[in-house]
């Protein structure tokens, strides 16, 4: 079965950093693009960032130059580095197979992100 475990949210005032973690179990990363998503009280959930095989990337406008997605295989871990957070990122976090909501077969449990001060 294929599972991902999404670690690493927390509270956090505006301006400050956290990195989300996302392993996978069941399956090796090394051949799937990952996305990060993201879904906020009362709103539906969106594509945050995305990483290719190729380890290229992409990030949705509200994130581009404070976020930061990578990925380490031999952890098979995929990252999300956040700064500069802002009160309008406080959301559920969760990785996935793919770069797309639709796309999603399978979502995990996800992991709190609030940022206030």
């Known amino acids: 079965q294929l599972q991902f475990v999404e670690s690493g949210g927390g509270l956090v005032q505006p301006g400050g950093s956290l990195r989300l973690s996302c392993t996978a179990s069941g399956f090796t990363l090394d051949y799937f693009r990952i996305g990060w998503f993201r879904q906020a009280p009362g709103k539906e959930r969106e594509g945050v960032s995305c990483?290719?095989?190729?380890?290229?990337?992409n990030y949705a406008d509200s994130v581009k130059g404070r976020f930061t997605i990578s990925r380490d295989n031999a952890k098979n871990t995929v990252y999300l580095q956040m700064s500069s957070l802002k009160p309008e990122d406080t959301a559920v976090y969760y990785c996935?197979?793919?770069?797309?909501?639709?796309?999603?077969?399978?979502w995990g449990q996800g992991t709190q992100v609030t940022v206030s001060s």
């Open positions: 990483i290719n095989i190729d380890r290229s990337t």
């Open positions: 996935a197979v793919g770069c797309a909501v639709l796309g999603v077969a399978s």
